[in-house]
Nanobody, 115 residues
Framework: QVQLVESGGGGVQSGGTLRLSCAAS????????MAWYRQAPGKQRDWVAQ???????SYTDSAKGRFTISRDNAKKTVYLQMNNLKPEDTAVYYC?????????WGQGTQVTVAS
């Protein structure tokens, strides 16, 4: 059974910091590209960042310079370090695991940034 479990969300003030974690089980974590998405109320789910099995990293423009994605294959965990948070970062953040036709999502963790 595949599980992706996000944690680390919460409420912070503008300019604050959070570190999200996504722990995977039931998959060969090391071969998967791992990604973070977010969905604000009433909006579509948007891609935020991803890290490939080889460590290639990419970010959406709004995350560049503020967010850092990383992975620990031994712990089967992907992280999203979020600095200088802004109210527009408020959303439910989802973890996604991708490998060819295999595609899994976590349940999400809420991030709320107060102005």
């Amino acid at each position: 059974q595949v599980q992706l479990v996000e944690s680390g969300g919460g409420g912070v003030q503008s300019g604050g910091t959070l570190r999200l974690s996504c722990a995977a089980s039931g998959i060969a974590f090391g071969i998967y590209t791992m990604a973070w998405y977010r969905q604000a109320p009433g909006k579509q789910r948007d891609w935020v960042a991803q890290i490939s099995d080889e460590g290639t990293i990419s970010y959406t423009d709004s995350a560049k310079g503020r967010f850092t994605i990383s992975r620990d294959n031994a712990k089967k965990t992907v992280y999203l370090q979020m600095n200088n948070l802004k109210p527009e970062d408020t959303a439910v953040y989802y973890c996604r695991a991708m490998f060819h036709q295999y595609n899994y999502w976590g349940q999400g963790t809420q991030v709320t940034v107060a102005s």
